[in-house]
């Protein structure tokens, strides 16, 4: 018999052994040592106490990893990982989780609940869309190498100390997605670098990059800077000061300007991914 129950007194090293058993299939290498956990759930803002857990003879078998943030009266739940181990699978238990938590949030007043999926995660999203979740925007994601790219004299790229968001923010097109947004920045800024890009001492565009991943949670340029080849300047700070392979996930693909500009450096859409959302 399984029994669910809450994570909070679940410790985070069980949690990854976990994590890494139900994904240790998955089509898409995603393993994830003790420090990679902690850093993902500190940078989503993870909420054990809306987390799931179900237990076969006290062992963690499958889970919900859940995050909270409240934003302009918005309670909002993200769901950064599902997983049922393989030997459990088959038997509808993410139902049954969600069965379990949903009541809980809906007394906390939780308003919605959002998740990503890949596209083509069969199992997954049948099972997000049997608890009632609907596809609200597609996400792409890009992997490839930075070519080397020639700039001008009149800007200078520098890391940025003293973030001004409502400045950076208003250069953007889209809402980035959980991972990418702002809070996951400033939660986990002691691992990032930040680089903005001037001329004439004018801020015009800025990337967020983190080494680790090599990953690039954000760029964007202001929109009366666009086509002046500014954010080809910012990627080729990222290559020459850290590493020419990067990998950019979870773009709205009505962000045509931002995906032909990754389009244009020859880099991968390899993989897509639905978010989802779910009013409670
Ligand atoms: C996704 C996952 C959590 C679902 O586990 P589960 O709750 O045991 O789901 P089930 O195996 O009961 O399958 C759910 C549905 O998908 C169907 N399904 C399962 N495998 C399938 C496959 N390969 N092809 C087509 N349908 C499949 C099942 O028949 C079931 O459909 P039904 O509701 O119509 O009967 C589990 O597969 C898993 O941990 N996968 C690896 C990690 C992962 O992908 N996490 C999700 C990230 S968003």
């Known amino acids: 018999m399984l029994h669910f129950s809450t994570l909070e007194n679940i410790d985070i090293r069980e949690i990854t052994d976990t994590f890494n058993e139900a994904f240790s299939d998955y089509s898409i290498p995603l393993q994830l040592n003790y420090e990679q956990m902690q850093t993902k759930l500190r940078a989503e803002d993870y909420a054990p106490e809306y987390s799931v857990g179900a ?13 909270y943030r409240e934003e302009k009266g918005i309670k909002r739940v993200y769901n950064g ?5 393989p030997s459990q699978r088959g038997q509808h238990i993410t139902l049954g989780m969600y069965d379990y938590i949903l009541p809980q949030l809906k007394e906390a007043r939780i308003n919605q609940v959002i998740l990503e999926v890949l596209e083509n995660n069969v199992p997954a999203k049948k099972s997000y869309e049997k608890v009632g979740f609907k596809t609200t925007r597609r996400l792409r994601s890009y992997f490839g190498q930075i070519q080397e790219h020639s700039t001008t004299n009149d800007i200078q790229v520098e890391s940025l100390n003293n973030i001004d968001w409502d400045l950076l923010e208003s250069f953007w097109s889209i809402q980035p997605s959980w991972q990418n947004a702002s809070q996951s920045i400033r939660n986990i800024l002691d691992k990032l670098l930040v680089y903005a890009l001037y001329r004439k001492k004018e801020l015009l565009g800025y990337t967020i990059y983190n080494p680790a991943s090599k990953r690039i949670h954000q760029i964007a340029v202001s929109t009366k800077s666009r086509h ?53």
Request: charged share 15%.
């Open 228 to 280: 002046q080849g500014i954010a080809k300047a910012l990627i080729n700070h990222i290559r020459q000061h850290n590493n020419p392979n990067v990998n950019i996930i979870n773009v709205d693909e009505q962000d045509t300007s931002t995906l032909n500009f990754f389009e244009q450096q020859g880099w991968e859409n390899k993989i897509n991914l639905l978010e989802m959302k779910l009013d409670l």
């Open 55 to 67: 237990f076969y003879q006290n062992k963690l078998v499958c889970f919900i990893l859940h995050c």
């Open 81 to 85: 990982g599902t997983g049922v181990i």
